[in-house]
């Protein structure tokens, strides 16, 4: 609605200083041409918004102008207990600030409310590695977030499969994926950010530099498109297997979440096997996860894929005298 549509206009220029009207579309998930027409609507309502012309323009309102907006609804309150969760607040070094946010936020709230509060706070717990495996060891993470949020350039060695390099970065934001966290930066040679993993930096050294960033950056933004990325070149390929009713049963359970989402069923059946199109990496990897299948599946392409389980499967089937427990069958 556009009433709320406003008011979240309203709260994101009190927040801050400036901002441009691509953002405020984003955040409302509008054109920017309804974020001019809303800007006019609140100018008219006497909210004193301003604008800034130039590259590095935007609006803003006049400064010490504050709206009288009260209270907390339930929802709001069980939003914010979610923010700043104990464990990756203590590795970033703002547990106990996060601590007394949590009291402040418990005082203002009505009394009504407070029990709700306290209730829904007990009830979620993060544990964010996988299972069977465990966070890794970073001692560098209070350091990184401080120079990110001031701006402040760094530099390190950073340990990568190709050998030690020394590093100097813009620090753009810190990720927390599957219990392990990363880095995303700016390199001083280059204009475009970079992923770098924290348990791999060493010497860590924060420089007297500030930097300032020509263009808006989206953590969000970079951190989404970056992950369909790294998922399209481990998965480059394209096979196409045939399963048996077993078969299809087992596919969601075999598969990685990246490619299920990327999985084609054709729901015509071939003597019993139903043709299967899904994301595949190279040959060696590709062919370990059709194995899992056993004899449920069937090879159609590509031909490296199906030569390779033909292989396998011959120097199976010297286990087998018969010749008839085969684990699985090519057409």
Known sequence: MRASRL????????SRDLVRAPELARACQVSVRS?????????????????????????????????????????EVETLLMLGLSGPAKALGVAPAMSEARLKLMAAIPAELRSHAERFQSCFLLDSPGWFTESETVSHLPELFTAAWQKRQIEFDYQSWRGSSH???????????????????????????RTYRVARIQNLNRLNQNFELQTPFDLSDYWQAS???????????????????????????????????HTHITQTEDFGWTTVTLPSGNTEQALIEMLRFGPEVQVVRPEALRQAMRNVIEVMRGYYADGNDEPTSIR
């Open 35 to 75: 974020i001019y027409r809303d800007i006019d609507s609140l100018s008219a309502l006497g909210i004193p918004v301003y604008s800034e012309q130039g590259v590095n323009g935007g609006y803003r309102l006049l400064d010490g102008y504050k709206t009288q907006l009260n209270g907390f609804s339930k929802q």
């Open 227 to 261: 992950t369909r990325q790294m998922e399209a070149e481990l998965y480059p390929n394209t096979a196409e297997i045939k399963l048996t009713a077993k078969g299809l049963r087992m596919l969601p359970g075999l598969s990685p979440p990246y490619v299920r989402q």
């Open 167 to 193: 590093r100097i970065v813009n620090p753009l934001g810190m990720v927390l994926k599957a219990g392990n966290w990363y880095l995303v930066a700016q390199p001083q040679d280059r204009h475009q950010a």
């Open 7 to 14: 008011l979240t206009i309203l709260m994101t220029l009190q």
